[in-house]
């Protein structure tokens, strides 16, 4: 049972384009195989999900390429009826172009509609490493650097590879610092964004530039990996004033925190292995009324769950130097 694709709202973004309100996420966090997260794609898309969130470095997107050449080659869903989108790892920000390439022959998609550079500084980490892991390279955010790796995915747009350029973990002194120096505005940013995480400042800053949020973790990831917990983080659905809402509808908080982000403005990418329709339907029943809203406004606690420990460079305090808190860039090279 699925639901019916042309009732599905769609987003305008700056280029003009309509793209889904909704998509699917495909990090297994560590705890869903390859071959869990491909299996659930091939549900969403007979269900009747059009954009799914992708990345090189979620070590799936292979799987993932043969369910989509499978439901394009049985007629499920033509190329250009899907909105795919990945992105360049942070070990790849000097060969931009490879590894667009490899994401497009993995993922069997002839090319990328969206495609997101992950981190905005080439720090890589290796894949299940524990929180404490540091790389002895790491670097601060360099403007210089970031622009290059930009510049490597405007050719591609140009080349006809990819149609938009997206941006990720950003903060508003990041985006000060390189937006006007980008030839091809980006169309979108991914932050995470959740009830208990808003990120108001940067949700409001994105949206008076033109700039569609996408975010990831809707439902504030129960099952993130191991290392991203830790003792004095909140659990979005078991906010009690979320779960009076959700009993007044009649459905669980995860349709709540959903709706919240589709009515507030940004496109949710949660993952699920089975409640991956209920997810889309809440797209087109019931919305939530001005006072819900007000109430989910209200339960902002600051909690950042995705914190980043894994990316900081030799110098650096603690993880909240990766997010310019005191609104300049930390330890910037190119602005000392």
């Keep these: 049972m699925g639901v019916d694709v042309t009732k599905v709202p769609q987003v305008t973004v700056n280029t003009g384009d309509k793209i889904p309100c909704i998509g699917m996420g495909t ?12 299996a659930a794609v091939a549900g969403a898309i007979r269900a009747g999900y059009r954009m799914f969130d992708c990345a090189a ?37 000097r060969e931009v172009e490879k590894s667009c390439r490899k994401s497009i022959a993995d993922l069997q998609c002839d090319y990328i509609d969206m495609f997101f550079i992950h981190w ?23 403007v210089q650097e970031f622009m290059d790796t930009y510049r490597q995915c405007e050719e591609l747009v140009e080349k006809g590879l990819i149609r938009h350029i997206g941006i990720s973990n950003m903060t508003i002194p990041k985006l000060e610092a390189v ?29 008076a530039h033109d700039i569609q949020p996408v975010g990831y973790m809707p439902l504030g990831s ?15 659905m078991q906010v009690p004033a979320l779960q009076e ?13 959903l709706k919240w982000a589709l009515q507030r403005g940004q496109i949710p990418i949660p993952f699920s292995t089975h409640n991956y329709v209920s997810n889309l339907e809440c797209t087109i029943t019931e919305p939530l009324t001005e006072e819900e809203m007000q109430v989910i406004a209200g339960l902002e606690k600051n909690n950042r769950l995705v914190k980043g420990q894994v990316f900081l460079w030799p110098g650096a305090k603690d993880w909240h130097d990766l997010w310019d808190e005191d609104g300049v860039i930390v330890d910037c090279p190119d602005m000392r």
């Design 57 to 93: 470095c979620y070590g799936n997107e292979d799987r993932i390429g043969e369910v989509f050449r499978a439901a394009f080659d049985e007629g499920v869903v033509e190329r250009k009826e899907l909105y795919i989108m990945t992105k360049v790892w942070n070990d790849m920000h």
């Design 120 to 142: 905005p500084f080439p720090n890589y980490h290796a894949p299940h490493c524990t929180v404490d892991s540091r790389n002895p390279d790491a670097k601060p955010f360099s």
């Design 245 to 257: 809402i959700a009993q007044a509808h009649g459905v669980h908080p995860a349709i709540i925190a």
């Design 179 to 207: 937006l006007g120096q980008c030839r091809i505005k980006p169309v979108a940013c991914e932050l995470e964004l959740h009830p208990c995480f808003q990120q108001q400042e940067l949700f409001d800053y994105l949206k």
């Design 222 to 236: 129960p099952q993130r990996p191991e290392r991203d917990m830790e003792p004095d983080d909140i659990e979005d």
């Design 27 to 38: 990090f297994g966090s560590d705890r869903f195989s390859p071959d869990q997260v491909s």
